[in-house]
């Protein structure tokens, strides 16, 4: 276990990312001007994306691929129900739902860092793992607007039942289209296709492009999120106590449930910390931009900071190396 604190923690990406905080604690003038954050993103979820549906072409699809992913979108649907409750405790309705879909969605540069710290242990892992960022990204923010929907409807501060949900789901037909068409959410999935449908052929051509530099954008990338995780920290306010112990709280539980689901599908340390990660990550990009829009009273000072500046860094810094030794304990892999 503290060997593999100790290679993330020094890890550059990770130690890039704590300069960034560091950065803005001490008030430096360090920037990175946009677009390239954005660009930087962009190029992360292609390469993710790309290299993930070349190794689907290289293992065809089965149905012990289907099957886990199904089973990861029901759960990514059923997570914001887990959290809501635990929320209410201090927010209100609005801020609640906005919060349990950050906690039931996913964080896409969580998993490309647990990608690469997996590489870096030479351990492997499946490609179809690429496609759960997508399709667990859409199902928790379906459940989160449904249920603000649905307990304001009603005029009472109390979860719905199931038939209630189910009786305000289909008018969200247009939430799955919006999430699925997003330019994120758009470019993964396009990536994969063209990974899948090309193979070892489209590997060999941009293999330079897509696996030499990656590691250097991902350093870049994570400098820019810590110093924007630093700023938002401060939006918390007088609940940080509650945020802090809640989205470390939310992170360990839900990782809890994605090594009893991995260990339930059979899947290798590998994969199984990989859906570990996914469980346990929030989202600080697709659901902002939503709930927004979708639950406008909802205030973003709570749900971002608690995704980017509490449970994003817990992650990458301890999640990391803690979820691959469960991972590792429950089937049986040397640690």
């Not at 960034?20 to 994306?49: C, H, K, N, Q, T």
């Not at 630093?230 to 112990?245: D, P």
Request: aromatic share 12%; charged share 10%.
């Amino acid at each position: 276990m503290f060997r593999l604190l100790s290679d993330n923690l020094l890890s550059p990406p990770i130690l890039f990312f704590f300069l960034g905080v560091f950065g803005r604690w001490v008030r430096s003038d360090l920037s990175i001007p946009e677009p390239l954050p954005r660009l930087f993103g962009l190029y992360l979820l292609w390469a993710i994306g790309f290299k993930g549906g070349v190794s689907i072409a290289a293992a065809g699809l089965s149905w012990g691929v289907v099957v886990p992913l199904v089973v990861m979108m029901l759960l990514s649907a059923a997570l914001p129900l887990i959290a809501y409750p635990l929320l209410r405790r201090r927010f209100n309705s609005a801020d609640s739902c906005a919060t349990a879909a950050a906690y039931g969605s996913v964080s896409v540069v969580t998993f490309i860092t647990a990608a690469n710290f997996l590489s870096a242990q030479g351990i492997d892992y499946s490609g179809y793992l690429v496609a759960a960022i997508a399709l667990m990204e859409f199902p928790a923010i379906i459940t989160a607007v449904v249920l603000y929907r649905v307990v304001t409807s009603r005029g009472a501060e109390q979860p719905p039942t199931a038939a209630a949900v189910r009786k305000h789901a289909s008018s969200f037909g247009s939430l799955v289209r919006e999430s699925l068409l997003s330019g994120p959410v758009f470019l993964l999935l396009g990536s994969m296709v063209v990974g899948a449908l090309t193979g070892e052929r489209g590997w060999a051509a941009l293999e330079t492009f897509c696996e030499d530099i990656f590691h250097g954008i991902l350093v870049l990338f994570l400098l820019e999120a810590g110093m924007r995780a630093s700023e938002r920290l401060g939006e918390l306010g007088r609940v940080w106590m509650f945020a802090l112990f809640t989205g470390i709280a939310l992170a360990l539980g839900n990782a809890a449930i994605g090594a009893g689901l991995a260990w339930l599908l059979g899947m290798s340390a590998g994969d199984g910390f990989l859906l570990m990660i996914l469980c346990a990550s929030a989202s600080y990009i697709a659901v902002p931009a939503t709930m927004r829009l979708a639950i406008p009273e909802a205030n973003p000072s709570i749900y971002l900071p608690m995704a980017l500046g509490i449970t994003f860094p817990f992650n990458i810094a301890f999640g990391i190396p803690l979820y691959l030794v469960i991972m590792k304990w429950l089937t049986g892999t040397a640690v």
